[in-house]
């Protein structure tokens, strides 16, 4: 038989955007500004793409907590290939990791997926959190930072994942949550052709009030700083008074 995948995915300000602190000091600056899919959530709509392609899965399902805008993403999900997507609505500028978790859940549970596929991390809040949370509360085998995967649908899956120390090799049975890595693949972009289709296909939309969820915020962001500005660098003569400038550092 073959699987139904879940992705999960998050819109965010584009990687190549400069990022800009609100003037109140709590948060990002958002207007005005391009906004796009989580580059490792976009690797595991690849990844889950590239696996109904081999045969392995017959559906990929997209789904995403967030504002109206958010279906701009599933969009592009969409028409990268996916099959359907779900937006579960819920208006915030603070959505936690744990309350996405939470969503995903329920999600899983009414729509039965044999395997998710998501971003290690968002690359705005880098909490790399959501896809462990989630496994946890499905009690499924999850396989974090993977850099390859291969899915045999009556073994289960085996997949090669990043560590500090180098390359790690795992074999999981399925249902699994994997989230993905920077080289588990390159995206594809979508064709003309795919976009336009996608404009005119169904979003699923529920609200986490529905599926029984509490998106009440548990943390509370005190002050946010922009990184200091690099000083400009010195020339020095020699060795001795290279060392001698990192001791007094």
Not at 127 to 146: D, E, H, R
Not at 201 to 228: A, F, S
Request: charged share 30%; glycine share 6%; hydrophobic share 40%.
């Amino acid at each position: 038989m073959a699987l139904r995948i879940l992705v999960p995915i998050k819109r965010v300000i584009d990687y190549a955007v400069k990022i800009r602190v609100r003037p109140d000091k709590r948060g990002i600056e958002t207007a005005n500004v391009k906004m796009s899919m989580n580059p490792f959530d976009e690797i595991a709509v690849e990844e889950a793409l590239r696996l109904k392609e081999k045969g392995v899965a017959k559906e990929v399902m997209v789904v995403t907590v967030g504002s109206k805008a958010c279906q701009e993403t599933l969009r592009t999900a969409l028409a990268m290939g996916a099959d359907q997507a779900i937006h579960v609505e819920h208006d915030s500028d603070v959505i936690e990791p744990i309350g996405v978790a939470s969503v995903l859940h329920k999600i899983s549970l009414k729509h039965t997926p044999n395997l998710i596929l998501l971003g290690k991390q968002a690359i705005d809040d880098d909490c790399n959190q959501t896809g462990q949370m989630l496994a946890g509360m499905l009690k499924w085998p999850q396989g974090t930072f993977i850099s390859k995967v291969t899915v045999d649908k009556e073994k289960g899956v085996e997949i090669d994942r990043e560590t500090d120390s180098g390359s790690e090799s795992l074999s999981l049975s399925l249902p699994a949550v994997l989230t993905c890595d920077l080289r588990l693949n390159e995206p594809r972009y979508a064709k003309l052709q795919n976009i336009m289709k996608a404009k005119k296909m169904e979003v699923q939309k529920t609200t986490p009030q529905e599926l029984g969820v509490d998106m009440t915020p548990r943390l509370e962001i005190v002050h946010i700083n922009e990184p200091p500005k690099r000083e400009g660098g010195v020339k020095v003569k020699s060795v001795d008074e290279v060392v001698a400038k990192i001791k007094g550092a």
